[in-house]
């Protein structure tokens, strides 16, 4: 059984940042790479930034210099700071984490930006 509960979305002017934050529970092994995607309305889930065990950082251009991604292997639990908000960023973020093959999926948190 594996888990992962989101929090940090929420409404925030252009400009603004927010925090998302993930935490993984139930049966953990090898967590190999953590990650945060977003789907806005009427798209594709898109990758938004990943991050592996040993480091290793992936950022969609899109957000390039704006957002943060980090893990805590010690509390399994993954993080994405966004800075410089922008409209177009409103999305539903969901964490995704890749464990011995196998792909799983939070619920979800939704991001709005206002203009």
């Known amino acids: 059984q594996v888990q992962l509960v989101e929090s940090g979305g929420g409404l925030v002017q252009a400009g603004g940042s927010l925090r998302l934050s993930c935490a993984a529970s139930g049966r953990l092994f090898s967590i190999n790479v953590m990650a945060w995607y977003c789907q806005a309305p009427g798209k594709q889930r898109e990758l938004v930034a990943s991050i592996t065990s040993g480091g290793w950082i992936n950022y969609a251009d899109s957000v390039r210099g704006r957002f943060t991604i980090s893990r805590d292997n010690t509390k399994n639990t993954v993080s994405l700071q966004m800075n410089s908000l922008k409209p177009e960023d409103t999305a539903v973020y969901y964490c995704?984490?890749?464990?011995?093959?196998?792909?799983?999926w939070g619920q979800g948190t939704q991001v709005t930006v206002s203009s």
């Open positions: 995704n984490v890749a464990m011995s093959g196998v792909s799983y």
